[in-house]
């Protein structure tokens, strides 16, 4: 089974609208990490969550961590043009061993209409 | 900051034939690197750890003969793909981290076509 399901899979929306996306862990995270990819590129570190409760955000993107530390939350306040491309996040659970090696969601294709 | 390298980006070659992918830290030292591989519309998929002079650790199912992996410097990783097949045709893309407080930070990509 997958330890990692992000959803929605895909996501169209309007320019301007707000979105979230979902991470969901089945094991508590050590950190939980958010890129986005343009497809075929490498990927753009977002942001970092390690504490439960944790929240961040940078310019219209805000990211949390539960409580539990098992699920994660973006979102995307007034999307624009700019915000579309594939969100991956990505699981540490390893609590600093096995090199902090991250595992990954399927991802979501995320694309704002003008 | 944290500006990742990889170098190069798109290589087309014969069957047989052995590739070589560099991955450079730019402005960090890193610590430790890791190697992906991503297949058309998918996640990616780790295929090693390396560390600065050690050997690489690679994950379950992934030649360590046919992927050989070299960490020889702290800004330095590079990936040989060794007598490489069609099968091998991909997008791979490394990271560097520069430290445990430290996101991974991710280079461009290389998109390897085996012919």
């Known amino acids: 089974s997958q330890e990692l399901e992000q959803s929605p899979q895909s996501l169209i929306v309007q320019e301007g609208k707000n979105l979230t996306i979902n991470c969901t862990s089945s094991?508590?995270?050590?950190?939980l990490y958010w890129y986005k990819q343009k497809y075929g590129e490498g990927l753009i570190f977002l942001m970092m969550l390690q504490k439960g409760g944790e929240e961040k955000s940078h310019e219209k993107i805000t990211a949390k961590l539960d409580e539990k530390k098992q699920q994660s939350s973006l979102h995307i306040t007034a999307s624009q043009p700019s915000h579309a491309g594939i969100y991956l996040c990505g699981a540490d659970w390893a609590s600093g061993g096995s090199n902090y090696k991250l595992t990954f969601g399927k991802g979501t294709l995320l694309t704002v209409n003008p | 900051g944290a500006v990742v390298s990889q170098h190069p980006s798109w290589v087309i070659c014969k069957s047989g034939t052995s590739v070589k992918i560099e991955c450079r830290s730019l402005d960090f030292q890193a610590t430790t690197m890791f190697w992906y591989r991503q297949f058309p519309k998918q996640s990616l998929m780790l295929m090693a750890t390396s560390n600065e002079g050690s050997k690489a650790t690679y994950e379950q199912g992934v030649e360590k003969d046919k992927f050989l992996i070299n960490h020889a410097s702290l800004t330095l990783s590079t990936l040989t793909v060794t007598s490489a097949h069609p099968e091998d045709s991909s997008f791979y893309i490394c990271?560097?981290?520069?430290?445990?407080?430290?996101?991974?930070?991710f280079g461009d990509g290389t998109r390897l076509s085996i012919l």
């Open positions: 990271s560097a981290k520069g430290g445990w407080d430290q996101p991974q930070h």
């Open positions: 094991k508590t995270l050590y950190g």
